[in-house]
């Protein structure tokens, strides 16, 4: 399985856009990238998922570069209440597969 | 919101007991999966299902076992439990590959 590096932590001032990166050079062809992102020890929501087109909704857009060897989530306004762990994760296609996570980017939301 | 959920939401118990942690889920998903999460660090994957009577070990060595008789129901038992489990234990479903994983809110386990 592929595996990503992100950043360890990140800051944002409220209601600006916040860009989180991540790499994941050894991606294959039928792998996915997925973010997902834990809010002080909930459990882990998912946000958003990708292949290689960028997509949007109503949480988040992802950016996945055109040779798919790193994205970007952008949470185009974001909040105190974004404050997280995000997690960048690369999905492996066919069914059963498990969901782990890295150690992922603190992103705090300053007022 | 997600149909899964998760009890006891919180538990001391002393050493040497056994304890069963109750996780079931309304949304009929095959896969199931249990995470143990200590406060500030990873998640990490301890079991998981891909459907009834199907059981597998996670990535992470743990003294759990766990028992799938029920599409909805996934319990995680530990037969005698110490201080070195204490921790959060975090229950999660899916239904097919492209599907968000639901999670539910979490048992804290204390063992004192």
């Known amino acids: 399985d592929a595996k990503t590096t992100q950043p360890p932590s990140m800051d944002c001032a409220e209601g600006r856009a916040a860009n989180l990166p991540c790499n994941h050079s050894t991606i294959s062809g039928n792998e996915y990238v997925y973010w997902y992102r834990q809010i002080h020890s909930q459990g882990p929501q998912y946000i958003i998922h990708?292949?290689?087109n960028n997509e949007t909704n109503e949480m988040a857009s992802l950016i996945i570069t055109e040779d798919r060897k790193s994205s970007t989530l952008i949470l185009p306004h974001a909040t105190l209440r974004d404050t997280a762990v995000y997690y960048c994760i690369v999905i492996p296609g066919g069914s059963n597969y498990k969901l782990t996570f890295g150690k992922g980017t603190l992103l705090t939301v300053n007022p | 919101e997600a149909d899964i959920y998760q009890t006891p939401r919180y538990l001391v118990i002393g050493t040497g007991k056994k304890i069963t942690l109750e996780c079931s889920q309304t949304?009929?998903?095959?896969?199931m999966y249990w995470y143990q999460q200590d406060p500030g660090m990873e998640l990490h994957l301890i079991h998981y299902?891909?459907?009834?009577?199907?059981?597998e070990k996670g990535d992470l060595s743990s003294e759990s076992t766990v028992s799938r008789i029920r599409t909805e129901h996934f319990p995680l038992t530990l037969e005698s439990a110490r201080p070195s489990h204490t921790s959060q234990y975090l229950c999660?479903?899916?239904?097919?590959?492209?599907?968000?994983?639901?999670f539910g809110p979490g048992t804290r386990l204390t063992v004192l």
């Open positions: 990708g292949l290689k």
């Open positions: 949304m009929g998903h095959d896969k």
């Open positions: 299902s891909y459907g009834v009577n199907s059981t």
């Open positions: 999660a479903s899916r239904i097919n590959l492209h599907n968000e994983q639901f």
